[in-house]
């Protein structure tokens, strides 16, 4: 592989990643992206947003063969008609593996030991693969609490998406940003956390940004080194 070039290098795609509670709006954050936009459902949770109403650039997943299906989309969907994928909700395909899993089993209801390692397998292969797409990529989830233990050996519970530890991190690694989407109670107004603290995971290598308004979450602020290298890149043109 060559070495790395600015000159050469491809234009700049982004990948994000919000977790929140079911019904909080992650998939309403969709009509914020520019550009053409297709939906990669896999929960079904477009039904009920007027933005997606009437709108065809849907994958909707058999929930009885959710991996066949997601194989399936992975053969036939073509980045290059496409802006922006919208992968939404990861943490509802993990369920339904294991739902499809436990079939196979003598009671139905069971999952077997090797089926948790499959999934890591599985999930981290179509992330890996759907990343290479030349499409911005927005991945939702629910979210849930995690133990973490800090180097002193404290534990404290802290806020994460709903992904098995393993594919969990490798899809938190590979995102530009991994935000908390929350709402306040009395104005109903929604957020994103985009600070980690303690209590919540979050990143932020886009902008400064500490957090946003919903509508703002796709508005990247160019930081001062950004606005250089642009600067030297219109002094080479």
């Given at each position: 592989m060559?070495?790395?070039?600015?000159?050469?290098?491809?234009?700049e795609n982004y990948r994000w990643l919000v977790y929140g509670v079911p019904g909080v709006g992650k998939t309403t954050l969709s009509k914020y992206l520019k550009g053409k936009t297709y939906l990669l459902s896999l929960d079904n949770s477009f039904r009920r947003i007027p933005f997606w109403q009437g709108n065809n650039?849907?994958?909707?997943?058999?929930?009885?063969?959710?991996i066949e299906d997601v194989n399936k989309f992975s053969?036939?969907?073509?980045?290059?008609?496409?802006?922006?994928?919208v992968i939404d909700n990861i943490s509802n395909l993990q369920k339904l593996f294991f739902v499809e899993k436990a079939r196979e089993t003598k009671t139905g209801l069971d999952n077997?030991?090797?089926?948790?390692?499959?999934?890591?397998?599985?999930?981290?292969?179509?992330?890996?693969?759907?990343?290479?797409w030349d499409v911005n990529i927005l991945v939702t989830a629910w979210e849930t609490q995690n133990k973490i233990t800090d180097p002193s050996g404290q534990e404290f519970m802290q806020y994460g998406p709903d992904i098995r530890p393993n594919p969990r991190d490798y899809l938190m690694g590979n995102c530009d940003?991994?935000?908390?989407?929350?709402?306040?109670?009395q104005s109903r107004e929604r957020g994103l956390i985009m600070?980690?603290?303690i209590d919540t995971y979050a990143k932020n290598r886009l902008d400064q940004r500490k957090g946003c308004k919903a509508e703002d979450l796709f508005k990247i602020e160019k930081s001062d080194l950004d606005k250089a290298v642009d600067s030297i890149k219109r002094g080479k043109s």
């Open positions: 060559p070495a790395f070039s600015w000159d050469n290098a491809p234009k650039d849907i994958w909707v997943i058999d929930p009885n063969k959710p053969e036939v969907f073509d980045p290059d008609q496409y802006d922006n994928l077997k030991i090797s089926d948790y390692g499959e999934w890591s397998t599985y999930i981290t292969r179509f992330i890996a693969y759907a990343f290479k940003l991994v935000a908390r989407m929350i709402q306040k109670p600070q980690g603290s």
